[in-house]
């Protein structure tokens, strides 16, 4: 069943990829000179979670279980504030504008907190409604499906093959090399692809902003998923809380593992003044971000339009 949502609802391919297509490839949005660089996931099956004497393993991350994900892209580096502003800001959207798309009131405050917006520096600080929004944004303005990734894609990601506890071995020591965290960020986020890529070619996927996926949390995911586990993905019932995978700029080196899990937090969100809060922002969230994945299948017009519906009217 979970399989069978997540094929319907994400238009994940079924066949094998066509390796003379499935190449990195540069999208430009439309009616600007903005692009990022979609990169090719290969599917396949991996042990998705901790082991058991892991350093710094948490409950929630196992039992550990091979899991099966189809192909994808996956955008090279967190989606930067050049990208996001062009929907965060209408007037900063060029024609052709599309129709139907809201948009979030202008921020009460600069969420940046000083540490940087154009030029590179990834979009920080929205909902993850606001991050679904900018996928449907991004859709109408290309024509391309584009959308967060499930938690065992971003894992798979991450990992790029590896089997340890970082994707480049055990030793957190190497961690800097790969990640602004705790122990080299000076309390900040940094432009993206300031370290070096995994063994997939993308960046920024320890640290820097945790990013959302589209997986409701829950403590008890292996059990969850354990009848099920190609393309498995616990499709979201309410807006909290959701699963974000990477870590942070703020965090130490073992909740930067491609398995530790972080849960949406409510608290992210309570210095905000609006009546009712908004569902845009998390405003004590700076170390929040997102990076957008394609199915290599694009689904129907229809099918487009009946996944945002759904996720996007989630209470």
């Known amino acids: 069943m979970i399989a069978d949502c997540l094929i ?16 990195p490839y540069e999208q430009t949005i439309p009616g600007t000179n903005v692009s990022f660089k979609m990169m090719p996931v290969t599917g396949g099956s991996f042990v998705m979670g901790s082991k058991a004497g892991e350093k710094g393993r948490n409950t929630d ?9 189809d192909p994808f892209w ?3 580096h967190e989606v ?5 502003i062009l929907f965060a800001d209408e007037q900063a959207d060029k024609a052709p504008k599309p129709d139907g798309i809201t948009r979030p009131s202008p921020p009460y405050i600069d969420f940046t907190l000083g540490m940087g917006k154009a030029g590179g520096f990834p979009a ?21 499906f584009y959308r967060l990734p499930t938690e065992a894609e971003w ?6 093959g590896s089997e340890t506890a970082y994707f480049f071995g055990n030793d957190d020591k190497q961690l800097g090399d790969y990640a602004w ?41 292996f059990e969850a998923i354990k009848s099920d586990v190609d393309n498995p993905w616990l499709k979201p019932t309410s807006k909290h809380p959701i699963t974000l995978k990477g870590g942070t700029f703020k965090y130490a080196a073992d909740k930067l593992r491609p398995a530790a899990r972080l849960k949406s937090d409510l608290k992210w969100n309570a210095r905000d003044p609006q009546i009712p ?14 990076r957008i994945v394609r199915p290599v299948k694009q689904p129907s017009a229809d099918e487009v339009n009946q996944f945002f519906t759904q996720l996007l009217s989630l209470k």
Request: contains cysteine; aromatic residues 18%; charged residues 20%.
């Open 124 to 144: 920080n600080s929205m909902s993850q409604y606001a991050a679904l929004m900018y996928c449907k944004w991004l859709y109408k303005k290309t024509g391309v």
């Open 155 to 160: 894992e798979y990601a991450a990992r790029a």
């Open 277 to 290: 809060r908004s569902k845009w922002w998390n405003a004590d969230a700076p170390f929040i971000g997102f």
């Open 181 to 221: 965290y705790a122990g080299n960020s000076e309390n900040k986020y940094h432009k993206v692809m300031g370290k070096k890529p995994n063994a997939f070619g993308l960046y920024d996927m320890l640290g820097n902003v945790a990013e959302w996926t589209m997986d409701q949390y829950k403590e008890n995911y």
């Open 80 to 84: 930067t504030y050049d990208e996001y």
């Open 8 to 23: 319907f609802f994400l238009g994940l391919a079924l066949q094998p990829v066509n390796d003379t297509s499935f190449v």
């Open 74 to 76: 996956m955008e090279e």
């Open 61 to 69: 991350e196992g039992p550990a279980t091979k899991v099966t994900v």
